[in-house]
């Protein structure tokens, strides 16, 4: 089945410092599929920071950007400099492509936190 | 996030029977039920489409959920296990059918099972 693997929490930074959270993913059953980033703030439920579809491309919201890499199979999440409200956990996830009965498969999860 | 409404927010029980209940205001055709156990990723359990079941992951029978109109879902649990306890997260989609999709979450509902 699929699987995503992602960067094995928990991450401190110090805020305006650099960040890159890893996800790699294996699509046994698609060659190409859709990658999302979702973000869980304290107190709140999931929601999508990003997502990218096609092979190549850069995503990009709130200072975050990631990069759906084929050949590495990854979509790893990148910030240049967090801020103490970027303290959350991230999940990298995998749509099935296709068009029929959407599913999303997650990682785990990383939970990052920015400290002034 | 108001768009998304779970109850409870909180539950604790011991071998009873519970229903867990989820309303959207977004207008959305599809309404998921997914479980996060400690140190897992979100999973799917269910997914509904105008009120139609069309995914039914592997889930234990004492799990059925029901979606009375399209923006509804109901979650009932009887004889709850141990292994139950996780928190459950409704979401709903456009459509539902398309891979590429955003999903919008509730807050969750986390069950501790005694």
């Known amino acids: 089945g699929d699987s995503v693997t992602q960067t094995e929490g928990p991450v401190t930074v110090s805020e305006s410092e650099s960040l890159i959270i890893n996800c790699t993913y294996s699509?046994?059953?698609?060659?190409?599929?859709?990658l999302f980033w979702y973000v869980r703030y304290p107190g709140e439920g999931l929601q999508l920071l990003l997502k990218v579809i096609t092979a190549g491309q850069k995503g990009s919201s709130r200072g975050f950007e990631a990069t759906y890499n084929k050949e590495t199979t990854s979509f790893h999440l990148q910030k240049a400099s967090v801020q103490e409200s970027d303290s959350a956990v991230y999940y990298c996830?995998?749509?099935?492509?296709?068009?029929?009965?959407?599913?999303?498969?997650f990682g785990k999860g990383t939970k990052l936190s920015v400290k002034s | 996030n108001t768009k998304i409404t779970q109850s409870p927010r909180y539950l604790i029980l011991g071998r009873a029977n519970k229903s867990l209940e989820c309303e959207q205001h977004?207008?959305?055709?599809?309404m998921y039920w997914y479980k996060q156990s400690a140190e897992k990723p979100p999973e799917l359990m269910f997914l509904?489409?105008?009120?139609?079941?069309?995914r039914n992951e592997t889930v234990p029978s004492r799990f059925i959920p029901e979606c009375p109109d399209s923006s509804k879902l109901l979650l009932h649990i009887s004889a709850v296990d141990p292994e139950d306890s996780a928190v459950y997260f409704c979401a709903s989609s456009q459509e539902g059918r398309l891979s590429n999709e955003r999903l919008f979450f509730g807050h969750g509902t986390k069950l501790s099972v005694l």
């Open positions: 509904y489409n105008l009120k139609q079941l069309i």
């Open positions: 996830a995998l749509g099935d492509s296709g068009g029929s009965n959407a599913k999303l498969t």
């Open positions: 699509a046994t059953s698609i060659a190409y599929p859709n």
């Open positions: 977004l207008g959305h055709n599809a």
